[in-house]
């Protein structure tokens, strides 16, 4: 399984790194959009990881200019939304991983990345 993920990202990575940026990176980009000015803590479970490592990874994004990271009504509670910038580069980034996805159904087979999308769902449930 690590192997496999180790491909893919090789993958994806190689396809936006024509946007400048990485898969993880990507993947906060997608998070903040869909949650726009949402508690870090928020976005943390959401992606099941620590808050302190979500902070460690949104770094090199808010140094690019692509979020902004607030105080909310508590001052502990800390927003993050994307900028005008990060919205422009998060939909360019969209494109490449379309056609990182479209590389992969290309290789793999349609029928083989829908069987794993049902497996891989269903063992995220199980394990959550």
Known sequence: MRKLTRLLTKMY???LSKA???T???TLLCHVISYDSAPLGDIARI???DTSTLSRNLQPLITAGFIIQTTGSDARRR???LTS???SKQAEAELHWAVAQDKIKAILGLKNVTALGVLLDSCIDKLQ
């Open 13 to 15: 990575d190689a396809e």
């Open 20 to 22: 400048g940026i990485k």
């Open 24 to 26: 993880t990176q990507f």
């Open 47 to 49: 992606m099941g990881v």
């Open 79 to 81: 927003l993050v939304s």
């Open 85 to 87: 910038e990060g919205r």
